[in-house]
């Protein structure tokens, strides 16, 4: 019935769209082609001597290793737009399913302003859900949270955008079966929604699902708050249940960042995050604190962080010593250089 009525809501909008086009399509040849983007390159090492921690990016252990490169185009012309966003290099390709090389599409979409208020876009869209992302540009912190690491990272699908008030306002789409896939395995079975609130000036909460029978059930809370000129606070939460069988995942993160100058930004990222048990199993649990400043020269920022990661128990620990024994904990020191354009 969701995706019925959404693609009904479709058909209606691009009947009202046909209807005004000569009235609301301005074909501004001067509007601006805009090119934008990042290059990030990193040194980590593992404190064990080899790599410990498996989540998205900066896997390369005492090596002084790339990121990508990450070109965008956007343009808009009247209410139309489009976004188009390419990466090369390991950090972008990683996250391709299927795997391409080292290439990997961000973005591919086009949108439609139908009043000041409502939208549509459709295309392969980075993820709704969730409070990190791929691009370095888009993190304060250069490694990623186990939460997105579990997460989706992309989306393919069709989504309207209501805007209530300046306050509120509510996004709902049809997406493809599998996350960070350009096409489906069957068909358009995922539908997915964000509520958007800002309850007082520089805080702002979105409240996320995205649900389908093959792609599971994830409900995601992602909110920020700049308390001060100074003091910023960030919140994820989520809860994920696969589509079949059990396990599934639950964590929250804690984003805390204070600017000591207008150049230098200190943030400590706290998780704790939980893979559920699978029937007649153990679930396993682990936490990670990141200690990361930013340190910005004009358009480059340098990232240092010290990152440490303990598991609940030793019995699932995927970690281990300098000697290759079983350790519940594991560390890291990651230098980061990231450009942005």
């Given at each position: ?233 960030g919140l994820n939460g989520a809860d994920f249940t696969p589509a079949h069988g059990g396990g599934g995942y639950a964590g929250v993160a804690l984003y805390p ?85």
């Amino acid at each position: 019935m969701k995706k019925k009525f959404l693609l009904l809501l479709l058909a209606a909008s691009t009947y009202s769209f046909a209807s005004k086009a000569q009235d609301t399509i301005k074909t501004t040849g001067d509007a601006p082609l805009v090119l934008y983007g990042s290059v990030d390159t990193y040194y980590k090492d593992d404190f064990s001597g080899h790599s410990n921690i498996g989540t998205s990016f900066a896997s390369d252990n005492n090596s002084v290793s790339i990121g990508m490169v990450d070109l965008g185009l956007k343009k808009t012309v009247g209410n139309a737009s489009f976004v188009g966003e390419l990466s090369f290099g390991p950090r972008g390709q990683e996250q391709s399913i299927p795997n391409s090389g080292y290439y990997h599409i961000q973005n591919l979409y086009v949108s439609y302003a139908f009043s000041p208020k409502f939208s549509a876009t459709a295309g392969y869209m980075s993820t709704f859900i969730g409070y990190e992302v791929i691009s370095p540009t888009g993190n304060f912190n250069y490694s990623t949270s186990y939460l997105f690491t579990a997460g989706p990272f992309q989306n393919a699908g069709l989504k309207f955008t209501y805007a209530f008030s300046d306050k509120v306002s509510l996004m709902a789409g049809i997406f493809n079966d599998d996350w960070n896939a350009y096409t489906s395995s069957h068909d358009v079975s995922t539908f997915g929604a964000q509520l958007t609130v800002t309850p007082v000036k520089n805080w702002t909460a979105y409240l996320n699902v995205a649900s389908g029978p093959s792609s599971g059930t994830i409900f995601d809370l992602t909110t920020a708050y700049q308390i001060s000129s100074a003091f910023k606070l960030g919140l994820n939460g989520a809860d994920f249940t696969p589509a079949h069988g059990g396990g599934g995942y639950a964590g929250v993160a804690l984003y805390p960042q204070y600017a000591v100058s207008k150049a230098v930004t200190l943030g400590l990222r706290g998780e704790y995050f939980d893979e559920k048990a699978v029937t007649g199993g153990t679930s396993a649990n682990v936490t990670e604190a990141t200690l990361t400043a930013n340190i910005k020269s004009g358009p480059l920022t340098f990232i240092p962080e010290v990152r440490l990661n303990t598991f609940g128990k030793l019995d699932y620990s995927s970690f281990t010593n300098s000697n290759g024994a079983p350790t519940k904990s594991a560390s890291q020191f990651v230098l980061a250089a990231v450009y942005a354009f």
